[in-house]
């Protein structure tokens, strides 16, 4: 059997083995797994999410509810109408307050550092408050305050994100329109408990919902198409994924670990009924990054995550193929680090309506499916290393590399409605000895990871220019200038106190990993 590495695509062709069939008349009998009733995927997790075992803690999930930040504040309203700015209504604000934002068009940055603040768009006979970045702000609204919510907003030509969370927990974010903010829509980072539903988000040149280093995530009932990536869950763990319109990207719904973070884990993500059609949108992403080496055509990807159940979804028409599935090594773009698993173990693939996908995939994807001798439209292809993963239903897709998968003990993950907390997590409270760490965890590593690219360069790369110099990155995160025509320009963090940036800039200089 022969070998080829494949350049640009996220495939690499090894020794494939495994069930040769040669002939319709030396395929096994089907195994047909009814997927009404029968048993149900009982895997719990480790509530402070320190391990990857999966103990089980029923205890710790709740019926699925939107509302999830503490509401036992309740204060004032403070009204903005147009011509005003809703900043200065977040700087009188006290914990429990809500800002109420008229029809009308706004130009500013948000930022929230403040918990209990809700900000909420009045609708008045179909105009909405929008927030207009004129394609020279940056950001649109970013929050580092607990509890925090976001509603019935319009934001549009910014450069960076629309929505971005700062390690931030117990937020919701919902029902807003957000077209064209840059990098990302909806991104929130280092949060516990959070809720993203009801939002429509379109042209993003990375992820339009990117969910990163965050833990009990519901993402449920939105629209995302036109962007590189639709839903991104990265670095996270207990997320559900459920009930989305994901179409015209270029890849629809991912679950991925990122080497060179922070947090080194994605488990425990739900992926399930989501219209998943069409993502075969030109890559548009940063080059090199690894969201630019998606190949167009991909409908899930699933990449070193581990404990993924994909249920219940209909995938149809990407061209590419309606599930993908990776380890690092055979991944574009990706810096091995040591210490992340670089496998995805444990990929359960359940019933799924999979139809007209991998129609006009990849060459490299044809050379994979030649190493087990077949033919056709590719709906699953799995390539590279993986443990204990299992599928039902095995007949009804063309499928590569899933023959020695096992078959799911289990049809449905009925019991598990969500992985919400039934009490809101406790507010962050931080020591002036973390803030460092914090604000890189929270913002920094949102753009870098240690040795990899993302949106801007790796941090050894910003060591070796800065050494001993922690005030030159501090000065620099205040009022950056573009320095590298292979990288985006950075935003200015100017919101961010000099005390604040000087200790985010010696926590990355201290860094070894």
């Known amino acids: 059997m022969s070998s080829g590495k494949i350049i640009g695509a996220v495939l690499v062709i090894g020794a494939f083995a495994g069930g040769m069939y040669f002939g319709s008349n030396q395929n096994p009998v089907p195994v047909i797994t009814k997927s009404s009733g029968g048993a149900s995927y009982g895997g719990g997790y480790d509530k402070a999410g320190d391990s990857d075992a999966a103990a089980s803690t029923d205890s710790t999930r709740v019926k699925y509810k939107s509302e999830v930040a503490d509401r036992s504040i309740v204060g004032e309203t403070h009204v903005v109408n147009d011509g005003e700015l809703i900043m200065d209504a977040v700087q009188k604000a006290k914990p429990g307050d809500t800002i109420q934002v008229m029809p009308g068009t706004y130009h500013e940055t948000v930022y929230i550092d403040k918990d209990n603040i809700s900000i909420i768009g009045v609708i008045q006979q179909g105009k909405r408050a929008t927030l207009d970045g004129e394609k020279k702000l940056n950001d649109a609204i970013l929050y580092s305050g607990n509890n925090f919510i976001v509603e019935n907003l319009v934001i549009t030509n910014y450069k960076g994100n629309a929505i971005m969370g700062q390690a931030g927990n117990n937020f919701e974010i919902r029902n807003n329109i957000i077209v064209d903010t840059g990098v990302y829509g909806i991104f929130p980072q280092l949060g516990k408990n959070g809720v993203v539903e009801y939002n429509i988000i379109s042209g993003i040149e990375d992820a339009a919902i990117y969910v990163g280093m965050s833990d009990n995530i519901h993402v ?31 890849g629809g719904i991912l679950a991925f670990i990122t080497p060179g973070l922070p947090i080194k884990t994605t488990y425990d993500v739900i992926i399930r009924n ?48 309606g599930i993908l599935i990776t380890d690092h090594n055979n991944a574009p773009n990706v810096t091995i680090d040591p210490e992340s698993d670089p496998a995805p173990d444990r990929v359960m693939i359940l019933d799924n309506l999979m139809l007209n996908n991998g129609y006009d995939t990849i060459d490299e994807a044809k050379a994979l499916m030649l190493t087990e001798f077949k033919q056709g439209h590719p709906d699953i292809l799995q390539v590279g290393a993986t443990k204990d993963s299992c599928i039902i239903n095995r007949h009804r897709y063309i499928s590569v590399g899933v023959n ?8 449905n993950t009925d019991t598990i409605v969500s992985y919400l907390l039934e009490e809101p997590v406790a507010p962050r409270v931080i020591d002036p000895s973390e803030r460092g760490k914090v604000v890189y ?8 990871t240690y040795t990899g690219r993302m949106i801007g360069p790796p941090v050894q790369i910003i060591q070796a220019l800065y050494m001993d110099n922690p005030q030159g990155i501090a000065d620099y995160i205040a009022k950056p200038i573009k320095k590298r025509e292979d990288y985006p320009e950075m935003p200015p963090q100017n919101y961010l106190d000099e005390e604040t940036r000087l200790a985010a800039a010696k926590y990355m200089l201290s860094r070894k990993r």
């Open 404 to 411: 020695k998968w096992a078959e799911c003990d289990f049809t």
């Open 441 to 448: 965890n929270g913002i920094c590593a949102g753009c870098h």
């Open 220 to 250: 449920a009932y939105n629209d995302v198409f036109d962007s590189v990536a639709g839903i991104e869950i990265e670095n996270s763990r207990h997320a559900i994924v459920e009930d989305n319109y994901v179409h015209n990207n270029t």
């Open 274 to 321: 989501n219209f998943i059609t069409d993502n075969n949108t030109k890559n548009f992403g940063a080059p090199g990054s690894t969201v630019g080496g998606i190949p167009a055509g991909t409908g899930i990807l699933i990449m070193a995550a581990d404990d993924v159940v994909v249920e219940g979804n209909i995938i149809t028409n990407n061209k590419t193929a």
